[in-house]
Nanobody, 117 residues
Framework: QAQLVESGGGSVQAGGSLRLSCSSSGRTFRSYVMGWFRQAPGKEREFVAAIGWSGSSADYADSVKGRFTISRDVTNTVDLQMNSLKPEDTAVYYC???????????WGQGTQVTVSS
């Protein structure tokens, strides 16, 4: 059974940094586009960042450009480096995977990120 597992969430003060990681098991996601999403209380889930299968292309939401960096390694661990965190970044962050031009079909359980002012 394919699984995505997030780790690295926690609580930080505004301006701080956190690094989230997403590991996979049960199948290989090497050819998949990997993404990060987040959902704040009372809000819909929103796209944060995505990275292509080769790791050479990445896309970011405007709200995180210049502060967040997505990366993936040969083991297909996908990281999200989050710098200059703001209180509005507070949310549950989810890792997800999709085939090229497909919908995101695999999701992790989420990890909480809390940024205090």
């Amino acid at each position: 059974q394919a699984q995505l597992v997030e780790s690295g969430g926690g609580s930080v003060q505004a301006g701080g940094s956190l690094r989230l990681s997403c590991s996979s098991s049960g199948r290989t996601f090497r050819s998949y586009v990997m993404g990060w999403f987040r959902q704040a209380p009372g809000k819909e889930r929103e796209f944060v960042a995505a990275i292509g299968w080769s790791g050479s292309s990445a896309d970011y939401a405007d709200s995180v450009k210049g502060r967040f960096t997505i990366s993936r390694d040969v083991t297909n661990t996908v990281d999200l480096q989050m710098n200059s965190l703001k209180p509005e970044d507070t949310a549950v962050y989810y890792c997800a995977a999709r085939r090229y031009q497909g919908e995101y079909e695999y999701w992790g359980q989420g990890t909480q990120v809390t940024v205090s002012s």
